[in-house]
C-alpha cells in the first residue's frame, strides 16, 4: 500500500522558516519524480518545487524561487521542503506527492495527506 505522510507544518511569523517532511511508503522512492504543492481554499492546487529521480533537475516557480528548496535522502525514502523567508501569502495546505516533472510541468500521482502552514504578519 503506498502511503505519503507529511509532517512539519504549523504556525511561523512571516520571515521565519518551516521544514516540511514526507515519509514515503509502498514503494522505493529512488526511481520517481517528487514534488510539493500547496493549495488555498477556491484556487488550484499548485506546485512549488519538483525535482527529478536523478536530482539533477529541480523546478520552482517565480513565487518561491530562493526562498524553498526541495531535497531527498532516498535511502530514507524521505522528500523535504526547506521554507525561508516566508510570507504570508504562503499560508496555505501543503501536500507532498510523488509523480511525473519534465520543464515546468509536474504532476502529483500519490499524495500525501497534507499539512497546514500558516504565517502570520
Known amino acids: 500500500q503506498v502511503q505519503l505522510v507529511e509532517s512539519g507544518g504549523g504556525l511561523v511569523q512571516a520571515g521565519g522558516s518551516l521544514t516540511l517532511s514526507c515519509l514515503v511508503s509502498?514503494?522505493?522512492?529512488?526511481?520517481?519524480?517528487i514534488g510539493w504543492f500547496r493549495q488555498v481554499p477556491g484556487k488550484e492546487r499548485e506546485a512549488v518545487a519538483c525535482?527529478?529521480?536523478?536530482?539533477?533537475?529541480?523546478y520552482y516557480p517565480d513565487s518561491v524561487n530562493g526562498r524553498f528548496t526541495i531535497s531527498r535522502e532516498d535511502g530514507k525514502n524521505t522528500m523535504y521542503l526547506q521554507m525561508n523567508s516566508l510570507k504570508p501569502e504562503d499560508t496555505a495546505v501543503y501536500y507532498c506527492?510523488?509523480?511525473?516533472?519534465?520543464?515546468?510541468?509536474?504532476?502529483?500521482?500519490?499524495w500525501g495527506q497534507g499539512t497546514q502552514v500558516t504565517v502570520s504578519s
Open positions: 506527492a510523488t509523480g511525473y516533472f519534465s520543464g515546468t510541468y509536474c504532476r502529483g500521482d500519490y
Open positions: 509502498g514503494f522505493t522512492l529512488d526511481k520517481y519524480s
Open positions: 525535482m527529478s529521480s536523478s536530482k539533477r533537475r529541480t
